[in-house]
Nanobody, 115 residues
């Protein structure tokens, strides 16, 4: 059974940076496509960034040029480096792991951007 554990969220001032981490256990990490999504209370969960098993990345327009997704297959971990944070980036951020028809989610980590 795949399990995902996120970390790295917190409170940061506008313009600041955070790095989120998501460690996967229970399966062969390198064959999974990984992603980060975010959700505000009462709203749908939106894609932030994805990275395929071969390293191809994809970003939401709202974060292009500010966020970077990466993966370390030796550590079974996917990262989201967030720079130039804005108040509208405030949300719960969820890690996602996909292989075929199987999708897994982490428990989420809160990111709050506020002065």
């Amino acid at each position: 059974q795949v399990q995902l554990a996120e970390s790295g969220g917190g409170l940061v001032q506008p313009g600041g940076s955070l790095r989120l981490s998501c460690k996967q256990s229970g399966s062969t990490f390198s064959v999974y496509a990984m992603g980060w999504y975010r959700q505000d209370p009462g709203k749908q969960r939106d894609l932030v960034a994805t990275i395929s098993s071969d390293g191809t990345t994809n970003y939401a327009d709202s974060v292009k040029g500010r966020f970077t997704i990466s993966r370390d297959n030796m550590k079974n971990t996917v990262y989201l480096q967030m720079n130039g944070l804005k108040s509208e980036d405030t949300a719960v951020y969820y890690c996602n792991s996909v292989r075929g028809f199987r999708t897994y989610w982490g428990q989420g980590t809160q990111v709050t951007v506020s002065s």
